[in-house]
């Protein structure tokens, strides 16, 4: 590979580091091709764009990057696929379903800001919410209260008026 060929693909390796907030390094090695492009077509559905790169040239965007990767640089050996992500618990959850065959395995991530190395750390990655998942559980817990609230104030009125009702009926 020519040399304006590895600056080019380090300066675009660069450009999805800055623009995915979240990537996961994963060991593809020993997927067929069957496997690998079926593995593709579901990262493709869930907004996951995996990319597979020589370890030597993602060194050297990590190195050029604004963000200091170093504990990462100990994953970058044997075949790397990398998966850039906008939610990070995504690729976790897709590579879960693979945990039976072993393979795709995690290398390590960088994920919600933190260093993740190891293939042990895949069911703490898949525990992580999301944006999305945790705004709906804050918007859950505070219409709570007010359901609770307005119950409440609802069945109070029903036997407010149920008791006035029955005293108003009453034979004096």
Do not use: W
């Amino acid at each position: 590979m020519k040399k304006e060929a590895k600056d080019t693909i380090i300066v675009e390796l660069g450009e999805k580091l800055k623009s995915y907030p979240h990537f996961y390094l994963v060991d593809t090695t020993g997927m067929n091709a069957e496997k690998t492009s079926a593995l593709r077509r579901k990262c493709f559905k869930n907004e996951i764009k995996m990319v597979v790169v020589k370890n030597t040239l993602l060194h050297k965007a990590f190195e050029n990057s604004d963000i200091n990767y170093e504990p990462l640089y100990g994953c970058l050996k044997g075949t790397t696929a990398v998966m850039f992500t906008n939610t990070a618990n995504m690729p976790a959850k897709l590579l879960k379903e693979y945990t039976k065959e072993g393979v795709p395995s995690l290398k390590g991530a960088y994920a919600e800001e933190s260093f993740f190395v190891g293939a042990d750390k895949l069911e703490e990655l898949a525990s992580l919410k999301s944006k999305n998942e945790l705004i709906a559980e804050v918007v859950a817990l505070l219409q709570s209260p007010a359901k609770n609230v307005v119950s409440a104030l609802q069945s109070g009125a029903n036997t407010i008026h149920g008791v006035l009702k029955t005293l108003g009926e009453r034979p004096e």
